[in-house]
């Protein structure tokens, strides 16, 4: 079982009674402390002659180890616990978004004018002129984050309602990081066709739709079919959001080890939607030498069940990750837990470039090959390097939205790769810092600009 950091994910609130006896607090923090938890904030509610209540966050590293944490606190002598709180259930709790309006209503002529009869005016000018749905609309602003259920994160295939709070979350972001209304569409089908007809057919609403978590290989058919049949930019995130990240930490963590994208000898694990879109925006921006693995192994030319999409990506070499990995540049996972061994590491090239971006555990833990690679990455937010698809899909959106784009071409997903990178200068690129935080807030404006600019060479703008 991989030993993972605390972290917030399982951030747990304490409430605690204690004697007021100097002491006490110090026999608590010592007990999470010994438990393996990380504290956080230590607040005091109440304070009395007798008693002291205080609230403590604590971050354990699962489910089982905050139950073990809270184990160590209740076996104290005369502290009470009057409560644990799962602090990421309480933020879902009751959901993460809310719809507000724009405008106040406060008298009877501003309700004539937002709703009857005022709005008339409004649908028969759309009508007349339907290219100003744009103007007098949310759909300007607006995008569906549309998904069936069927690839939860790394959890599989969960259905619709269990896959709401993951699009809520995606909406959330929207919102934050690029200033787009977004909106949760979970699909009671995993039915190809009828995906494809329920988005056609809410289209005229959103300015463009963001398909997330749909297993492979029905996400290729998905996209292409709704790229070619609606004029609206539509985005598989799970796709290119992920692969645009990449491509931008690699150009960095390239430079650091002075190697070319043209040069080097890539290996993928993990043939879904990820690794596959990867492949393709790389040799899209020149790398020359990729393998992809999935579970059997290489994706070679001499295996007869590659569907088409593994199929593109065939090679002449045959065996296992480990037989891959040997006297490889740069591995990229997408894949499994613990799939890669220190042994498989140091069989690279000198200066290996590792991406291990399997969430929430990745194929090696970065600790274990410290002093074997040259630039690490993963997936989480507790290790340096953090490959974290917000850093490109509200950007995307927001320069794709702006200029009206009927579509995202792969030229769009390439600048905007290189808009993410630019971001990292030469004064403070080093092998921890290859790309920028998820909080800076010059990299949707980056991203968008590049984006506007290359759909306008791309002729895919209309305004």
């Known amino acids: 079982m991989a030993n993972l950091n605390p972290n917030a994910s399982y951030s747990l609130a304490l409430s605690i009674e204690l004697p007021n006896i100097a002491g006490t607090l110090s026999n608590v923090t010592q007990a999470i402390a010994g438990a393996g938890g990380s504290l956080g904030q230590i607040s005091l509610i109440e304070h009395t002659l007798k ?70 005016r409004i ?8 290219s100003k749905v744009y103007e007098l609309t949310i759909k300007h602003n607006t995008v569906a ?74 996400c290729f058919e998905i996209e292409r079919r709704l790229k070619q049949e609606l004029d609206i930019p539509v ?56 393998w992809l693995c999935d579970s ?18 065939a090679v002449n070499a045959s065996g296992s990750l480990a037989d891959a990995m040997k006297g490889s540049d740069i591995f990229l996972g997408v894949s499994a837990p613990g799939v890669v061994t220190p042994e498989m590491v140091r069989s690279m090239n000198k200066d290996p470039i590792v991406f291990a971006m399997a969430n929430p555990i990745p194929e090696i833990q970065p600790e274990l090959v410290t002093d074997d690679v040259a630039v690490m990455a993963t997936g989480r937010s ?24 009927k579509t995202i071409t792969e030229h769009m997903c390439l600048e905007a790769a290189k808009a993410i990178a630019s971001l990292v200068t030469s004064n403070n690129l080093d092998r921890e810092h290859i790309i920028p935080s998820v909080f800076d807030d ?18 895919v703008a209309t305004q």
């Open 442 to 459: 010059r990299v949707s404006p980056a991203v968008a600009s590049a984006v506007k600019l290359a759909a306008r060479q791309d002729g």
């Open 235 to 290: 985005f598989h995130d799970d796709q290119h959001g992920t692969a645009i990240v990449t491509l931008a930490a690699l150009f960095n963590a390239l430079k650091l080890v002075q190697k070319s994208l043209e040069s080097v000898r890539i290996v993928i694990n993990g043939a879904g939607a990820a690794g596959v879109a990867i492949a393709s925006l790389l040799r899209a921006a020149g790398a020359t030498t990729i």
């Open 123 to 130: 649908c028969t000018a759309i009508a007349r002129e339907p």
């Open 51 to 120: 008693i002291t209540r205080r609230e403590i966050t604590v971050d354990a590293s699962s489910e089982e180890h905050a139950e073990k944490i809270v184990s160590a606190v209740r076996e104290i002598p005369n502290v009470k616990v009057i409560k644990v709180s799962d602090r990421t259930f309480e933020l879902h709790r009751q959901g993460k978004i809310t719809v507000n309006s724009r405008l106040p209503l406060s008298s009877q002529s501003d309700l004539a004018m937002a709703y009857t009869p005022g709005v008339g």
């Open 382 to 405: 507790d290790y340096p390097n953090q490959i974290n698809n917000v850093l490109a899909f509200p950007g995307v959106f927001r320069g794709a939205l702006d200029c009206r784009a």
């Open 145 to 218: 984050v549309v998904t069936d259920g069927s690839a939860v994160l790394g959890l599989g295939n969960l259905g619709p309602e269990a896959a709401l709070p993951v699009m809520e979350g995606k909406a959330m972001l929207f919102k934050e990081f690029g200033g787009i209304d977004a909106f949760p569409i979970c699909l009671a089908t995993q039915d190809t066709e009828e995906i494809i007809e329920t988005v056609k057919r809410i289209a005229p609403v959103f300015g463009g739709v963001n398909l997330e978590d749909i297993s492979a290989p029905r």
């Open 296 to 313: 059997k192994g290489i994706l070679s030319n001499s295996r007869t069940d590659l569907n088409p999409q593994k199929q593109a990506y």
